[in-house]
């Protein structure tokens, strides 16, 4: 499919993240990727990185061997905090992003993790320092390092990322262990957000906190690199999440961080998309990795 037929074909499923937008997306991307990460690339699946049925890991390294000194690069799903997974059998989200990194030249991991209203705030953060923990300790006999990891994630999961990043506090006196981190269409100011039934069933009900549970200031105030993008077809509530966190850059740090606009993509095609030709962001990380690992 063109690249222009994809953008003509996302602009009219709309901006609203519906049930049905999110699975015509997939249809649509799914006839464009691999079915299968390809013969090059080495899979694990389901490796464990805590005792909840939802702490799992897949790890992707080449098939023709190991090489743990590479950049690893960790994919965390969106879901609104409710729902989501590291990768759906025969489909080939979000695989996709591990083929990708490989052929890179970069290790990748794609995590799942707790979900809410089961598992509240801070489990994402507890639930990245676990999978952290675990790469750097265990990692080697998956065949990855951990001394060049580099967070990614999407929609949940870059408000997870963000979270982790900003709260480091939480797992005080561990440094958060990353080169740098990669955020596509996140949540970084809850108490900004438009009310939802997603974020009270990760924050809770008291609205009062959600500022204090916020990431935005933490993150900017971090020395940790950002590479931030956001989606052409975004809902306005990720637009002006995004702003927010480009204006508190540039006034804390005085300069913007890396940002992808993604043309053409909707909130949830831009992770499905990475690995096809024309794709925005692809050139954007790799320059990010290789300039930070």
């Not at 709309?14 to 090059?40: F, H, K, N």
């Not at 740098?180 to 949540?187: A, D, K, M, T």
Request: hydrophobic letters at 40%; charged letters at 15%; proline letters at 8%.
């Amino acid at each position: 499919m063109p690249i222009t037929e994809l953008r003509r074909s996302l602009r009219a499923l709309g901006r609203p993240i519906t049930p049905d937008m999110v699975t015509a997306t997939r249809a649509l991307l799914t006839s464009l990727q691999p079915a299968q990460p390809g013969a090059v690339v080495h899979v694990q699946r389901d490796v464990r990185y805590g005792n909840d049925e939802r702490q799992r890991l897949d790890v992707f390294t080449p098939a023709s061997g190991a090489e743990p000194q590479r950049p690893l690069l960790v994919f965390v799903h969106g879901g609104g905090f409710v729902a989501g997974d590291k990768h759906s059998e025969g489909s080939p989200f979000f695989s996709n992003i591990g083929a990708w990194a490989v052929a890179e030249g970069f290790n990748a991991v794609n995590i799942t993790y707790r979900l809410a209203p089961k598992a509240r705030w801070p489990s994402g953060v507890e639930d990245l320092r676990a999978a952290v923990d675990f790469l750097q300790v265990d990692g080697a006999s998956c065949g990855v390092g951990a001394e060049k990891l580099f967070l990614m994630g999407q929609s949940a999961g870059a408000a997870h990322v963000a979270s982790y990043v900003a709260h480091a506090g939480l797992y005080a006196p561990r440094p958060p262990g990353v080169r740098g981190v990669i955020l596509l269409s996140g949540i970084y100011d809850y108490s900004s957000m438009p009310p939802s039934p997603m974020e009270p069933a990760y924050l809770g009900d008291d609205r009062s906190l959600y500022a204090a549970r916020s990431s935005l200031q933490g993150l900017v105030e971090s020395t940790v690199p950002l590479l931030v993008s956001l989606a052409e077809f975004d809902p306005p509530q990720f637009e002006a999440q995004t702003l927010q966190l480009l204006t508190a850059c540039l006034r804390y740090r005085g300069s913007l961080p890396p940002f992808v606009y993604g043309i053409g993509q909707n909130h949830v095609s831009v992770a499905m998309h990475l690995g096809i030709a024309g794709d925005l962001l692809a050139p954007q990380i790799r320059q990010f990795v290789a300039e930070h690992a």
